[in-house]
Structure formats: C-alpha cells, structure tokens
C-alpha cells in the first residue's frame, strides 16, 4: 500500500509513532488519528454494535461519530477529531457500544 | 455567570468578519468556536507541526482565507477569543451554557450573533455506510488540510459547485479521480448567463476547474447520480444510473465504476441548532438547505438580541457569509450605541451592493442543483437511516404505513436520530422520505426539536451547570 500522504505547499510535522491495534503505524504531527489511519490505508474505524458493519471515517467534521475509537483509553473518541500524539493508543472499537453512558 | 456584551458563536467566515466589524466599531466582543483554531471549515487552518512553504500551490481559497484570517488576527487581542469550546445550550434570559476542558461555563449576552455554518448533507443510498464513503466536505478536509488522498481512485457524485473544486484539488496532489457525477440540469442557460455576469472571480474559478477536469479526460456525466456502493469490507465499485429531471433513475442506464472511494456532495445543510434552540422563528426553503432562520433587517432574527449571519442561515458561500458576518456586526454595534445609524447604514452599503449581485447568481445555481425527489427513493428495506442506532429503511416505512408523520414521534418510536449525532445524519432524510410517502410540503412536517446538550456531554458537565 502506497502512502497516500502529499507534500503540495507544506512540510510535515515531526515524524513519530502510534500504536494501532498494536501495529506501528508512521504519523506526523498536526495529523489526525483519522488522517494517519488513511493515509496508511486503514479504513474501518469501528465494527457496529448490532450487525458488526465496518464503518469509517464519513463527515471528517466530527457530526457523524462514525470514526469513534478507543484513544489512549477514552472510548468513544472521534479519531477525525483527535491529533496524534507520538505512542498513541489506538484500538478499533469493537467492544459494546458505549454511548448509553453519555447523553 | 459572566456578562458579556456580543457573543459570536463560530469562528468560521462569517463570524470573523462580524468580530472584525463590531471591534472596530468599540463594541467588547466575546466569541467562542469548537474547533481549536479559527477559520471555520473552508478557511481551516494547518494544525502545529505543518509548516506553509509555499502559499501559491495552496491555491486561491487558501489566500483568500489567509487575507480574512490576517485582518482577524490585528483584532484578535481585542476579542475575548475561547476555542475548542461547545455551546451546548440557550436557555432564557439571553444565557448560553458552554464546554470547555471538561468545564461547564454559562455566559449572559446582550447581543448574540450565531455563525455556525453547514455541514454536507447526507444522502442515504444502498451501501452508503462503507468504509472509502465520505461526505464530499470530509474528502477535500482530508486533502487540504491533512495532505492525504481519501483513496488510490475516487469518483465524485453529487450536484453543485463543490465537486469541480475538489476534482481540481484532487487532481492537483496528483490524485486520481474516476469521474464527475453531476445530478443537476441546465434548465436555462441564458439565465445563468445573465446571474453569471459580474461574477468574475467564480467564473474564474469555474473556468480553470474544467480546463483541468478537461486536460486530465476526466469523465464529467451529467444528470446522472450514484445508486449504490459495493464492495467486501469497503467500496470496491460505485453503481451510477442516468436520471430524469426528478432526478429518477431511468431504467436500464446503469453503469459500474470500479473504485475504491466515493465522494458525495449534495450541497450543505445548515447548523440551525443554536438559532432553533433560541426560539429564532424558522422557514422552510428547499434552495438553501431546508430549515433556515427567518430575518429582519440587518441579520437580526425574530429575537431582538439575537443575530445570525453566514451558512447557518441558509447556505450561500463564504463570500456571502464574509459580507453577512460584517453587516451583522455593525447592526449589533449600532444596536449598542456604538455607530450611529446613519454611519453604519454607511459601513453597510458596499456589503449589501456584493450581497445583491451574488444573490442573483447564487439563486440561479441553486436552482440547478438542489436535491430532487429521486434522491430519496434509493434506499432499500435494508439500508440504513439512521447510522448511530442502526435503523434501516424498511422499520421507518413500517412506522410510517401507520398513521405517523410528526418527526419526533418517529424519532420516539423507533430511536432515529437518538445516537451521538443527534440526528443530524438522518434527520434531513428521514424528514423527506415522510414528506414525499405522506405527499407533505416538508414545510409543514416540522423537524427535529433540538434539546441540550446539542452533543454528547459528560453527565458531569450537566451537574456542573445546574449547580450554577
């Protein structure tokens, strides 16, 4: 899989690492979780909690919630939200949907 | 809870440009935007770590951005400035309640200007929900301000201007894309011809767009729209399908393409939350995203203290929402004592001469491209409506085969529109599957009533602010 990064009128950020289900995957800083996660080209961000459907990033202005992840922890994060950070823990949500616990 | 004399809600074109105003003026702004940097989602900034080497090859929107962005930043240590911060409810007495770090906060405005934009609207077809599907917004986010292709070979669907953008900014990176599928009709081509003239900077823009969709053979099918998405896990191929003027698919004109990313854009919906929530009185028009608020003169609302200006009232741009934001401003500062009303009836009128010529365009290309009844006969028993509570189609029919046509008793029964988006990715689909099964005017169906927290809040926050 080819990095789908582009470098048109800008320089990246500091290379680093984040941890994806327990993979390396390469970031740099002022991504997003969702952007690193395509650009490497991972696309399910989470399995649905009825039909266990992969969805992914959809909205990329934090409306949808479909790219909610467990970051460093915190479940239900949206990863189009969220910058990385260098080790940062990424897991795909499978687990049950946690969103009854919020409003 | 805090005093303040204009609170802005969005730091986006609009808001910026009635901050930049209202300073000017003498007026003591507060403003408050979700994002952790100003500029709203066309003038996004970089986030730290990507440095700028080249503005030019960012392109024009870029600049323009950066020319409103400066003009805001003089300013700025004017503005009581407060970022990545939620407004999650208006209550009475002129109180907003806000999120920030985990912190619940209220504020008491005397004048109230809301600039909180649009979002793309979501448009429910057989395989919508697949990973390599994203809103045409999202798509371009990813390329201009990630720097990251959404995917190896994408094709575009959807009506209206935002498409041929995004193919030029994909094309540019040295993207692929598969193909522009344009739903919209050119009924009149004088009409758009008389709307265009004067508009030289958009035709500019439209004219370079399709010398570079030309250049690179980019296929560019009109009155055609997306029927579904397939694929194994994610897109794997997009079924497109020739229409009518309803935007019908005409049986037998099917054709496959074979990528592994789709765009949509079927234009924008505005953010009518906070005005809704405020008690703004609100109309229905179809040409400018459906719900919108309802003004007066100078952005005011039906509320005396409360203003709106830019997308959020009914989609227009971001040149329109730049000059809107400016006039608001002023009202507020004339409003306040600030300006008298003949200087700000001055400071006013180049604004509304502008206003008045893009109005006439804009009119003309929303004609053209604005969602027909077709759009929402594509999905099947099983596609899903609602993506948070995973509600298909076939449960919302059978609710609606019984005596059902109020919104929020759909939303009761069955949960749409309950799940962390709070209705905002089914709610406009939802509302025009019942209008067209009920043969309703959408106008008279209502909507979703907006309560706080207008998102997910942590019940601490809540218990903070009752405490207040």
Known sequence: MRDRRIEIGIERGQRLEIQVDGEKVVA?????????????????????????EPRGMYCGIGLCFECEMEINGVPNTRACQTLVT?????????????????? | MKKVELLIIGAGPAGMSAAIEAVQAGVQVTMLDENTLAGGQIFRQFHDGFHVTDPKALGHDYKRGQTLLSEFASIRNNVEYMDACLSWGIFENNEIAILRDGDSQSFCF?????????????????????????????????????????GENILLVGSGPLQLALASQI?????????IVEAGRV??????????WGQWSLLADAARYFWEIGKARIPFLRNHIIVEARGSGQVEEAIIAEVDRNWRPKPGTEQIFKVDTV????????????????????????????????????????LPDVFAAGDCTGVAGSLVAIDEGRIAGLAVAQALGYLTKTDAQQRMHPYYKRLARSKRFREVVDTISFPRPGLYELPRNDTMICRCREIPFGEIQEVLQEETEDMNEIKRRLGT????????????????IVAQKKKIDPANLGFLNPR?????VELSALADHTQL
Not at chain 2, 452 to 456: I, S
């Open chain 2, 187 to 196: 009924e009149n081509w004088g009409k758009l011809a008389r709307a265009s």
């Open chain 1, 86 to 103: 260098p080790g940062c823990q990424v897991k795909t949500k499978t687990s049950p949907d946690q969103t009854e616990d919020e409003l």
């Open chain 2, 110 to 150: 005397q004048k109230l200007i809301i600039s909180t934009g649009a979002f793309d609207r979501p448009v429910p077809f057989p395989g919508w929900t697949l990973p390599g599907v994203f809103t045409a917004g999202g798509a371009q986010r990813l390329v201009k301000n990630q720097q990251v292709l959404p």
């Open chain 2, 171 to 179: 094309l540019k990176v040295g993207g692929k894309v598969a193909g």
């Open chain 2, 263 to 302: 765009a949509v854009g079927y234009g924008f919906i505005p953010s009518t939350e906070l005005t809704q929530m405020a008690g703004c009185q609100h109309r229905y028009d179809l040409l400018r995203g459906g719900w919108i608020v309802d003004r007066r003169e100078n952005m005011k609302t039906s």
């Open chain 1, 28 to 52: 740099y800083q002022g991504e997003t979780i969702a952007a690193a996660l395509i650009a490497s080209g991972r696309r399910t961000f989470r399995r649905t909690q009825k039909k266990n």
């Open chain 2, 452 to 456: 706080p927290p207008l998102k997910p």
């Open chain 2, 417 to 432: 529109g309950m799940g962390p988006c709070q209705g905002r990715m089914c709610g406009p689909a939802i509302q025009a």
